[in-house]
């Protein structure tokens, strides 16, 4: 897959690009909703013969424009995004970078200059796609403002229980650390990555090595225990983790940290990518009296995770 970025002032226009079908949106997660919009490209593609392709924005708009705080996190970070994508057949990866000059852009002016030169043919939104200064532009006013260069297709409202599945949702189970509910809203399980950085160096002194992880822009579910499963070098493994601020030895942690203790596993992974699969909650963080008191709850969640571990596979 092809990453090409816009940035502002853009004049994309190359005659030599080939026939396009691009699916419109930001796509933070891929959800089944979004994964409807991009594979419905991906086969429109196929049969026209024409180039896949995905047009998405970054950062989220909410960062930009001022509507989330300052420590914005995604589902689908950009680089696990492009994997995303290339997995599902998208084959032009078009980024634009979106800022002040960006967003203030009018509907039709985003036409005019981001899409019109990039020989799309057909476009493909969801229902409630809207572009342009303040959201004016919709699905309706997407073909008019192109003068009908390029055709259209609507994704109607994919719902689960009544509800739209959308980024808003997903995050909203993240934070509520319902990360199993998750699944048939994603399409998959949660997965992060993060980075093996150093700690305090006490879970090994107490029997529980946990590797801490550095996640970046991924976000973390609700704090406190989870069963999970870790990929390390491809190799699977399963693990309980710890979201939080491990409230038995700190006062002054301010924002909560990830750390994996793997079942049999005893490398040296400083530095190594690991992978994070989200199976099931099990518990709050608490602060303890005690390191026996912590030990003897560690040695519950373990069996608890092989437990649920067993109903799973
Ligand atoms: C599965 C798991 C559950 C944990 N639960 C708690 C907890 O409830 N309260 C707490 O203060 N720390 C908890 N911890 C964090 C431990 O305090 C931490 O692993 C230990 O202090 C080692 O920290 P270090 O890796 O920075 O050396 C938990 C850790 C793991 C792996
Ligand atoms: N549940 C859904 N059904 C059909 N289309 C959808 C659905 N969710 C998103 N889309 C479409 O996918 C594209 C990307 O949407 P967007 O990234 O705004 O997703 P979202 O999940 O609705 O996000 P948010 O929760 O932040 O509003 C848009 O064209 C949008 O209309």
């Known amino acids: 897959m092809e990453t090409i970025v816009m940035s502002h002032p853009h004049h994309y226009k ?10 419109l949106g930001y796509f933070d997660g891929i959800h089944i909703g979004h994964q409807r919009v991009i594979s419905t490209a991906v086969e429109l593609a196929e049969k026209a013969g024409a180039v896949p392709a995905v047009m998405s924005f970054h950062p989220h708009p909410s960062v930009v424009l001022g509507r989330a705080d300052q420590n914005w996190t995604y589902i689908t970070p950009l680089e696990e995004k492009k994997k995303v994508l290339e997995s599902m057949g998208v084959k032009r990866f078009y980024l634009v970078k979106f800022d002040h000059d960006f967003a203030s852009l009018s509907s039709k002016e985003f036409v005019d200059q981001y899409i019109i030169g990039l020989n799309v043919q057909h476009v493909v939104t969801g229902f409630d796609f809207s572009y342009g200064k303040y959201g004016k532009g919709n699905v309706e006013t997407l073909v008019k403002e192109s003068n009908g260069q390029f055709a259209q297709t609507v994704i109607e409202k994919i719902e ?3 509800q739209k599945i959308s980024s808003t949702l997903i995050r909203q189970f993240l934070k509520e650390g319902r990360v199993q509910e998750i699944v ?3 399409g998959r399980r949660y997965k992060l990555n993060g980075t ?3 700690g305090d160096k006490r879970g090994r002194t107490i029997g529980f090595p946990t590797a801490n992880l550095d996640t970046e822009e991924y976000s973390l579910p609700k704090v406190g225990v ?3 499963e870790v990929s390390i070098d491809n190799e699977r493994y399963f693990a309980m983790a710890n979201v939080g601020y491990k409230p038995t ?5 301010k924002k909560p940290s990830l750390e994996v203790h793997i079942f049999d596993f005893h490398k040296e992974i400083y530095g190594k990518t690991v992978s994070v699969t989200w199976l099931k909650r099990i518990r709050d963080e608490k602060k ?3 390191i026996d008191e912590l030990i003897q709850q560690l040695n519950t969640d373990k069996s608890k995770t092989l ?3 067993q109903t799973m596979y």
Do not use: C, M, R
């Open 288 to 290: 303890f009296s005690g």
């Open 249 to 253: 030895f700190k006062e002054d942690q």
């Open 160 to 162: 689960k229980d009544g």
């Open 307 to 309: 437990e649920i571990i």
């Open 226 to 228: 989870y069963a999970v």
């Open 14 to 23: 190359q005659e030599s690009l080939p026939p396009t079908i691009l699916a």
């Open 184 to 186: 048939p809203y994603l």
């Open 196 to 198: 093996v950085i150093h």
